[in-house]
């Protein structure tokens, strides 16, 4: 040894600066803010431990040093298992260098703790000890948990923003109703935190619209539709099978706000839908019935009248492709080509002179959805009632102008024949003149002839009179007609929208509906239209004359402005018509779009909002186009070190990890084959510097209208260091495997290697005190008592302690028992004290449940046995309870013993805890810490309420449902 050679000064001098550095050494860990420890192997003692075990733990070094099984309390009931798979691993000569785990501070309060650890080995080799330093991290976990927490919300948020964003979008489409709730339904289960078992139901007035996958279930929120203060439907998103449970449910509070945002969005777009699909429904009846009016004035017979009318009419419904109608006359049919007796139809009687002359019948070909009579609108049971009266008074007109037309004929033949006889006769007068004398004798046959004349005379009078009555008649039917006219534009006060009628040629305001006077007075007839509706004094720039006039007569010209006096938005159909008088007129129908124009302002801010979440998110975002367009925010190009034009120049394989490229490929292509909306997986990016980024990935495609594909939406958050800590988590609880599987075969070892010298110890004393009994003075009898009391003592500690080793590691498995065949078990095995202390055991229905029958019994059995140990005066009645308690059920065992103050109430329950000295109760401490540990293992909790001399309360809890 080289200390050999020096002398003794250099010796003491050594010696004296070894003992400097130990001074300073201890003066440093004791100082420390974290726990130091030295551990010694195999037995577990704590050879050292710093005073900042104060702080971390909430327990003096002392204790530690003194309570090596302290820390097993310490732990949390979460990580037990963990800290024992660790023991195993340190036993077979692994430890792991570093890890996380929580514990229950003193105080009751949950912290988070590191550990690292270094293995001492000694000069063969073999270890000897573990030494440590244990950090308390509660607060940087509480930061990593919030900051876990933000980033869900702000997922769930976007996929909120993204959903109400995409049904805004719908609004721009030009769908039918039924199409739009279809594609609401696709849209809205990716908003959802569980979208692959997420179902949606919308009910529409009659009819229902479901996901493929939907069925009723318990798990559901549900919301009206409501239009005008009137609900008209309901939407109803569920979940298919039992989620992870919330507040409400198994859906988060941000899903019960989204539900009804989406639900006031629907509301808006059907309601838009519904007006727009109610204007253009009111534009092609009222362009029906103007042609019919028009084939009236027309110069043509009953029958290409009633052809024209009967290929008008199906145009004017809702679904004019499997629209026919026909129209019978005096027996006569006129149908349409695709015309066929069917059970959806409506039907209105032609009336002529009082009396059915024929009938109007318009069907459908096929079952559609039902409105107020089978698959027809209201509206359009009015008009057909309109058709049917249009089409009876043309009838009655032409049939009146034909029967007219004819008695005219007749007139004119008769007038005809008049003149030739008056010819005749004056031809006959001018010879009888001429020959007066000679024909003198003929002068009474002229006179006869003359009186016949005047007869013929009289009776042309009479047809005279006839043909003027005939006019007449005429005049009455013009009339007739031009009440129908006026019978007709008071239908159009009914109409919500404005409607009004002008002279294009003087700007004369001819015509104002009921919702028109409303707004603008009901004294604009006369007045110009441009002067009443605009403020102007001339003619507005945007007239639409010149649009409908022309070549475009009979075309409807659909245009939007906004009303500078109302501040209103109308979308407007003008259309050149023939009034009453012959004139062409400008005919308007203005419908208020001021809401719908209000949702597009909305529905441009939300997409300026979702911008700017997109660029500010603090997830890594991308566009990626079809075409191969590429957008990226500021979080993405931080997390990969590039900036967005470096990105968008580089081609994302060189940024991918080789052994990722593949699947990013495949990934690619199941969403375009549609097998899947979206995908979510981890990915490897190849950051600017060159080190690996483990990234989480979500991606999804969105489509068209057309259902083609537009372009991916990718969101990346940097998981390198969660996956980092995941590893060396999968390394720790390897480790702490290890260890507890060292940990008990090491407790099995010393259990039996402490009882074998304990039992010879108590044989020798047991022999020594028969064979020198009474032969010793009294003091040595008493050291011979001492003796065997301590090795009996000694030998139920080392079975108590076993007995609380083995709560965890040699448990049974869970099976369903009648707990009443449990207790009446532990009755009979303490039977002979219960007979001793005269004490009553009550008992009644206690419940099955699955549980470790050998350790609930123990529970019982030490329970039953403290109630009668610590027993008043009065015998012993010890009460066993169970009430359901929903998810659990909660047990009861209360006794009328002595009671204790409740400041003990967590003493009681720690290992080697005594209320009472061995001389005046036996007992090794441990039987109430057995029986927390055996709850805990249950997943339960158990506590004392009690007061001295009026006895004590045990409460224990058992879940339910236990794996």
Known sequence: MKYKNKSREELIEDNKSLEKFHYRYIRIMENARDMIYRMSLPDGNYEFVSPACKEIFGYEPKVFLETPVLIQKAIHPDFIQYFQDEWQKLLDGNVSPTYEYKIIHKSGEERWLNQRNVLVKNEEGKPIAIEGVVTDIT????????????????????????????????????????????????????????????????????????????????????????????????????????????????????????IGGISDIIGRNLESKIREHETNERAKELNCLYKISDYSFEDNTIEKFLNKVVKTIPPAFQYPEHCSAKITLHA?????????????????????????????????????????????????????????????????????????????????????????????????????????????????????????????????????????????????????????????????????????????????????????????????????????????????????????????????????????????????????????????????????????????????????????????????????????????????????????????????????????????????????????????????????????????????????TDKKPQYFITTISDITERKQMQFKMENMLKELERSNKELEQFAYVASHDLQEPLRKVKNFAELFARKYANALDEKADQYIKYMTSGADRMQNLILDLLSFSRVATRGKEFVKTNLDDIVKHVEENLQLVIEEHNAKIVYDDLPILKVDESQIAQVFQNLISNAIKFKSDKDPIIKIEARDQKNYWQFSVTDNGIGMHMKYKERIFEVFQRLHTKEEYKGTGIGLAICKKIIERHHGKIWIDSKPGEGSTFYFTIPKKLK
């Open 139 to 258: 607060k940087t976990k509480k930061v990593q948990l919030e900051k876990k927490e933000l980033k869900h919300e702000i997922r769930e948020k976007e996929k909120n923003l993204n959903c109400l964003y995409s049904i805004f979008d719908l609004s721009y489409d030009k769908l039918s109703i039924a199409d739009f709730i279809k594609k609401v339904i696709d849209i809205i289960p990716a908003a959802f935190q569980y979208r692959e078992v997420c179902a949606v139901k919308i009910k529409f007035k009659n009819q229902e619209y479901k996901s493929d996958t939907y069925k009723s279930t318990k798990w559901f929120l549900e919301e009206d539709i409501i239009i005008d203060n009137e609900t008209i439907g309901k939407i109803e998103i569920n979940y298919i099978k039992e989620m992870p449970t919330h507040f409400k449910g198994p859906f988060l509070e941000e899903e019960l706000d989204l």
């Open 332 to 704: 006569k049919e006129y149908q349409t080509k695709n015309y066929k007796k069917s059970k959806w139809e409506i039907k209105n009687d032609i009336i002529i002179d009082n009396e059915q002359s024929g009938e109007i019948v318009i069907n459908y070909q096929k079952k559609l959805p039902e409105h107020d009579q089978g698959p027809f609108l209201k509206e359009e049971l009015d008009l057909i009632n309109g058709i049917a009266e249009l089409v009876s008074r043309t009838i009655d007109s032409k049939q009146k102008e034909l029967e007219l037309k004819e008695k005219n004929e007749e007139y004119l033949a008769i007038n005809e024949e008049l003149k030739e006889k008056n010819e005749e006769f004056l031809a006959v007068n001018e010879e009888l003149e001429e020959k007066s004398e000679e024909y003198h004798s003929l002068y009474e046959e002229y006179l006869s002839q003359n009186e016949e004349l005047h007869e013929q005379n009289e009776e042309f009078q009479a047809i005279n009179e006839e043909l003027e009555e005939e006019m007449a008649q005429r005049q009455q039917v013009q009339e007739e007609l031009q009440k129908a006219n006026e019978q007709q534009l008071a239908l159009f006060d009914g109409i919500d929208d404005v409607i009004y009628v002008a002279d294009p040629d003087t700007y004369e305001i001819l015509y104002f509906n009921k919702a028109a006077k409303n707004t603008w007075g009901e004294d604009s007839i006369g007045k110009k239209c441009y002067n009443v509706l605009q403020n102007r004094n001339d003619p507005c720039p945007f007239c639409t004359n010149d649009k409908i006039l022309g070549e475009n007569t009979g075309k409807f010209y659909v245009w939007e402005f906004q009303n500078k006096m109302t501040k209103k938005w109308y979308r407007c159909a003008d259309k050149a018509i023939k009034w009453s008088n012959g004139k062409m007129v400008r005919f308007e129908l203005a419908s208020d779009i001021t809401e719908l124009k209000q949702i597009q302002t909305n529905l441009m801010q939300s997409e300026k909002q979702f911008r700017s979440l997109f660029e500010n998110s603090p997830l890594g975002k991308s566009m990626t186009g079809v075409d191969g367009s590429l957008r990226v925010n500021k979080a993405f190009c931080d997390i990969l070190g590039y900036s967005e034009k470096e990105i968008q120049n580089t081609n994302w394989k060189d940024i991918t990890h080789p052994d990722d490229i593949q699947e990013s490929i495949d990934v690619v292509q199941t969403l375009l084959n549609g097998e899947k909306e979206s995908a979510h997986y981890e990915k490897r990016y190849i950051h600017k510097k060159g080190h690996i980024v483990i990234a989480d990935v979500n991606t999804s495609l969105l489509r068209g």
